[in-house]
């Protein structure tokens, strides 16, 4: 291994470093800011390193800045399941638990790993992303305040007051958001149009288009549905081994949470109502699955149909479901 390998354990404040080159190590630490990064680059620079291989977990908005700064830098940048770091420091019997551990271990795992490269998203999906996590958590936060509001008469008045201003304001947000993401959709053509596809397929709405383009990676970075799929964690995963173990199969929910919520409840109106499915659903209940595996398996087709729609830039053909229930 001729390659360097750079492991990064992500905090809000700081960046503990791993570097890998030939069978040394050597650590470093910086803070999680730009100020960090470039401190960075000059370290990598005095060790004579043009280019790495930068492997971190994915940290949510912890690691974003950084993993687009080492992309404009030229490195190669990946990001992974931090289930696979857990694993994989498993399998090592690792007994400690620190950053620098940590660091090593994502360095390790990245040596002996293929990873699937990172691409940044387009600031403008990026900036979708946020508006829909955000109108995401004021409907969660609306449910909240109305479940309270649900007991009011057990509440004094001056509760009540506060809850019904409360709902009211998450109300307000709510539409300011809708607003937002709607301007952001149609400022550009394209987008607009892949959103547009998007609802062309039945089952999917406006609010699940503007999920699925909010949180699925750079597609270019992907290189089939099923891949798109796995970072759903929409897979299936099996349980068996030898004649003794036969466990049912189930999804593997490795991967973006986010995005399965969001074709949970498209993929059950499909199950019920959607006669372009039907034969699929059918063949699946005649091999005796259970309801929320078939469920499971119409969230992966619907998911695999989005693939196709955006890959191609076109409508959905209902044709290609009845060549391929």
């Known amino acids: ?9 992500v905090s ?8 890998l080159l030939h069978t040394s190590y050597k650590k470093y630490k910086v803070s999680n800011n730009i100020k960090g990064f470039i401190g960075l680059t000059k370290w990598l620079q005095a060790q004579g390193i043009e280019q790495v291989k930068a492997c971190m977990e994915a940290t949510g908005s912890y690691g974003e800045k950084l993993a687009d700064y080492l992309y404009e830098q030229g490195h190669q940048v990946h ?3 931090p289930a696979c770091i857990k694993a994989f420091a498993r399998s090592k019997l690792s007994r400690h638990k620190t950053d620098e551990v940590d660091a090593h271990l994502i360095a390790e795992y990245a040596s002996k790993n293929e990873l699937r490269a990172y691409k940044p998203k387009e600031p403008m999906l990026k900036e979708l992303r ?14 909240q305040v109305g479940n309270f509001l649900e007991t009011k ?8 007051k506060v809850y019904q201003n409360l709902i009211k304001h998450i109300e307000k947000q709510i539409n300011v958001v809708n607003v937002a993401i709607d301007q952001v959709v149609s400022s550009k053509e394209s987008l607009n149009q892949d959103c547009r596809n998007l609802q062309s397929i039945p089952g999917i709405g406006k609010i699940t288009a503007i999920a699925i383009l909010a949180e699925i990676p750079e597609l270019s970075s992907l290189e089939s549905a099923r891949q798109l799929a796995a970072y759903a964690g929409l897979t299936p995963s099996h349980r068996t081994s030898g004649t003794s173990v036969k466990g049912r199969s189930c999804l593997s929910k490795i991967g973006s949470s986010s995005l399965r919520k969001a074709l949970y409840f498209p993929a059950i109106a499909a199950k019920n109502h959607n006669p372009l499915l039907q034969p699929f659903v059918q063949k699946l209940e005649k091999k005796g699955k ?6 499971g398996a119409i969230m992966r087709k619907l998911l695999h149909i989005c693939f196709g729609v955006l890959k191609y830039k076109t409508v959905f053909n209902p044709e ?3 060549i391929n229930p």
Do not use: F, W
């Open 12 to 19: 809000k404040k700081d960046l503990s470093i791993a570097l």
């Open 153 to 160: 008469d057990c509440l004094p008045k001056s509760v009540e």
């Open 130 to 143: 946020s508006l829909y996590r955000c109108l995401q958590n004021l409907k969660e936060q609306h449910t």
């Open 1 to 9: 291994m001729n390659e360097a390998i750079l492991g990064i354990d």
């Open 79 to 81: 990001i992974v399941n």
């Open 320 to 322: 290609i479901l009845k």
């Open 290 to 295: 259970h309801t929320m595996v078939i469920i």
